[in-house]
């Protein structure tokens, strides 16, 4: 019984498949808590606390700068296979770069008290197909912009435990382009480019 049970369970992890997804999280905030995976923030041992758990600054000294960035390069696919074209059973998105910067600035007021400021773009990306592909009056082209400007305080209550807290101004874009069949009676049909008014929002 006991092995059955193994051999089922074998079975089943055998047939399993992969799941990718597409996000625009972008969680790669300071080379430290990028090499402990995210398992930062019961550490915050560095400007980039701010983003991570803002408490963390009050154990800072004096005056801190984290600057830097993330090189992205995204890939990406979809498989139409009951495309009648072959050319289009399989279309990959086109070549993109970004680079997400990030500015975090600490400062220790006495023994107990620190403040500091962090701008970020902890959302965005984008996607770029092909302007002939065959979705492409759903969607040729996204853009999506996010910049964080986050002032935050922190206070050391006792030589254990600190509290922070911090406020963000957010500014944010999102624009939409795709292509649109265009007909004018008795004149002219045609495929043209078309683009989405920006959608720009403060919080």
Known sequence: ???????????????????????????EHGAAAMGMAGAFVSI????????????GIAWLKGTQVNAGGTFIFPSGSVSLPNWPSPT????????????????????????RVAAGIGVFAPYGLGTSWPVNYPLKYICTQTSMETLFINPAVAFMITDNLSIGVGVSYIHSTLSLDLVRNVVIPNTWTGDVPASLNKAKGNA
Request: glycine share 6%; proline share 6%.
């Open 88 to 111: 289009f059973s399989k279309v990959y998105q086109l070549d993109q770069t970004f680079f997400p910067p990030q500015f975090y600035f600490t400062h220790k007021f006495g023994s």
């Open 44 to 55: 915050a041992n560095n400007p980039t606390a701010i983003f991570y758990n803002p408490a």
């Open 1 to 27: 019984m006991r092995k059955l049970m193994m051999v089922s369970l074998v079975l089943i992890l055998g047939i399993v498949s992969s799941a990718f997804g597409s996000g625009f999280l972008i969680y």
